[in-house]
């Protein structure tokens, strides 16, 4: 059986893919914070700026792990991605750690943190 918070982390990877703005914002907590995997943090607002200049060409999850304690899920998996930013092509492989929090209007995700994963 597939978890709520599971079905929600697809959910936000689809949003991602489609830079679906609407979506993002009302999945991410309002003090959402992003660590990229060469260490800068991005809160809410610059995480759903960001596709102003950045588009997702495909997105995908594997190896996903959904761990619970009691309030809050841990949700580990690695992302292969390809993308543009500013006009530059990028694919990147790296393990992601997310941070899923249950609120009085449901499950939001507080924090995002990315791994390289060189050679992958």
């Known amino acids: 059986m597939i978890?709520?918070?599971?079905?929600?982390?697809r959910a936000f990877d689809e949003a991602e893919l489609r830079a679906d703005t609407d979506v993002l914002n009302a999945l991410l907590a309002d003090d959402f914070r992003s660590i990229g995997?060469?260490?800068?943090v991005l809160d809410k607002a610059q995480w759903v700026?960001?596709?102003?200049?950045?588009?997702?060409?495909?997105l995908e999850s594997s190896e996903v792990e959904v761990?619970?304690?009691g309030h809050a899920a841990i949700v580990?998996?690695?992302q292969r991605s390809h993308s543009t930013w500013r006009g530059q092509e990028m694919a990147l492989t790296v393990r992601v750690s997310q941070t899923w929090i249950e609120?009085?209007?449901?499950?939001r995700l507080a924090g995002i943190q990315f791994s390289s994963l060189g050679g992958a």
């Open 67 to 69: 761990f619970f304690y």
């Open 103 to 107: 609120l009085p209007e449901g499950w």
């Open 3 to 9: 978890s709520d918070v599971h079905r929600l982390q």
């Open 37 to 40: 995997e060469q260490g800068y």
């Open 76 to 78: 580990r998996c690695v």
């Open 49 to 58: 700026g960001k596709f102003a200049e950045f588009a997702y060409t495909s």
